[in-house]
């Protein structure tokens, strides 16, 4: 079984429609994260939670917004979808090594807002 | 702004031969440094990481090398084989732990 999974992993959906993508992981880790990659521009950061009850904005968290249901849960929600939402979301799990922390990323979910 | 840079959006290499991806930063305080590898539908893969006390770490057929004057990292697949094929994102990260990524190097090994 995946450490980390996303439900849906494609959805289309329609402007102006409110949509959920979920991701569990059974790591254990405390911190998790939410990623849109976009071609030409890597991966970028749109919320992180380092716990239960503590929530951050990232470097792109404008028309988002996220839960953290539990430790090994976290969403990410649309309120209101637009065309420019389309793209690659990847959810991620950290640990701490000790000289830095590497994270591990679900599956990804494909979304198209039409 | 981005702070990682990757400025070889590709790269082509015959198998068995080395593959060097390179890297570049501007935020002097990144102090640990990953690569990441992506097949098609999946999600990003650990591959290797260095921490800035050191300017070298190998595991295997993978070795990255760190530069920090010049604010450079670099990836080494030796001898790179058609598994190999895929997209390689390196990644920073300073006292906040949060990663800033590069766009990302497509690799392709022919046969």
């Known amino acids: 079984d995946a450490d980390v999974t996303q439900t849906p992993r494609n959805r289309i959906t329609k402007t102006g429609k409110r949509i959920m993508l979920e991701c569990s992981q059974t790591k254990g880790h405390d911190r998790m994260y939410w990623y849109r990659q976009d071609p030409g521009l890597g991966l970028r950061l749109i919320y992180y939670?380092?716990?239960?009850?503590?929530?951050n904005k990232g470097e792109i968290s404008d028309g988002y917004s996220v839960s953290r249901q539990a430790q090994a849960k976290f969403s990410l929600s649309l309120e209101s979808a637009i065309p420019n939402q389309t793209a690659l979301y990847f959810c991620?799990?950290?640990?701490?090594?000790?000289?830095?922390?590497?994270?591990?990323f679900g599956p990804g979910t494909r979304l198209l807002v039409l | 702004d981005q702070q990682v840079k990757q400025n070889s959006p590709s790269l082509s290499v015959q198998e068995g031969r080395i593959s060097i991806l390179n890297c570049d930063y501007t935020n002097s305080m990144f102090d640990y440094f990953l690569w990441y590898k992506k097949y098609p539908a999946e999600g990003p893969t650990f591959l290797i990481s260095i921490s800035s006390i050191k300017d070298k770490n190998e595991d295997g057929r993978f070795t990255v090398f760190l530069n920090k004057s010049a604010k450079h990292l670099s990836l080494h697949i030796v001898p790179s084989q058609p598994g190999d094929s895929a997209v390689y994102f390196c990644a920073a990260s300073g006292s906040n732990y949060k990663l800033s990524f590069g766009a990302g190097t497509t690799v392709t090994v022919r046969a």
């Open positions: 939670s380092f716990d239960v009850k503590d929530i």
């Open positions: 991620a799990t950290s640990d701490y090594s000790g000289s830095g922390e590497t994270q591990y």
